[in-house]
T-cell receptor, first 115, second 111 residues
Framework: NAGVTQTPKFQVLKTGQSMTLQCAQD?????MYWYRQDPGMGLRLIYY???????DKGEVPNGYNVSRLNKREFSLRLESAAPSQTSVYFC??????????????FGPGTRLTVL | QQQVKQSPQSLIVQKGGISIINCAYE??????FPWYQQFPGKGPALLIA?????SEKKEGRFTISFNKSAKQFSLHIMDSQPGDSATYFC??????????FGKGTKLTVNP
């Protein structure tokens, strides 16, 4: 199993350009998430999807849109990139379990720079 | 509103020492408290987690201590090793889908 995969690994955009970050998981998980990580700010939730066909806003959704294409894939779109969106983006997936192994599995990240 | 406050921001420990990272939460609905470990250039990975029905959880050299009345929990790394050098995030979660993370602690273990 590949786990959670993200493409691309690196991307440089100019202000105003658009792009879509792709995420896929092969663990048959229901829930998927998009986070951004900035120095000193930790991991902040952008959007999440509790199941196929549903999406909800997280802490920092402005400037982003998402699509839960099917159970495996969850994409993040920047319609008009801004320098403030320079960050490392992580996708994660989670299966609904009880106990202490309620785990989010993270992808390797996409490093985005907006000039 | 930051619901999970983590300290310190950075920590330097000698090999063989004890590393201690602290977190405080505000939301009394939280019932799941994980710690994630992140190595440079990688995504975070679950290290250890606890639910508030116990005051301590130990897995190898890693221990979570939980104080429900104070709304605080901490990660203790015994016999710290250079391979433990990473960024550690605490988190809190209630009945919703959302896991709230602290801002992270960069741990450096010197040989």
């Amino acid at each position: 199993n590949a786990g959670v995969t993200q493409t691309p690994k690196f991307q440089v955009l100019k202000t105003g350009q658009s792009m879509t970050l792709q995420c896929a998981q092969d663990m048959n998980h229901n829930s998927m998430y998009w986070y951004r990580q900035d120095p000193g700010m930790g991991l902040r939730l952008i959007y999440y999807s509790a199941s196929e066909g549903t999406t909800d806003k997280g802490e920092v959704p402005n400037g982003y849109n998402v699509s839960r294409l099917n159970k495996r894939e969850f994409s993040l779109r920047l319609e008009s990139a801004a320098p403030s969106q320079t960050s490392v983006y992580f996708c994660a997936s989670r299966t609904r379990t009880s106990g202490v192994r309620d785990t989010q599995y993270f992808g390797p990240g996409t490093r985005l720079t907006v000039l | 509103q930051q619901q999970v406050k983590q300290s310190p921001q950075s920590l330097i420990v000698q090999k063989g020492g004890i590393s201690i990272i602290n977190c405080a939460y505000e939301n009394t609905a939280f019932d799941y408290f994980p710690w994630y470990q992140q190595f440079p250039g990688k995504g975070p990975a679950l290290l250890i987690a606890i639910r508030p029905d116990v005051s301590e959880k130990k897995e190898g050299r890693f221990t979570i201590s939980f104080n429900k009345s104070a709304k605080q929990f901490s990660l203790h790394i015994m016999d710290s090793q250079p391979g433990d050098s990473a960024t550690y995030f605490c988190g809190g979660k209630g009945g919703s889908e959302k896991l709230v993370f602290g801002k992270g602690t960069k741990l450096t273990v010197n040989p």
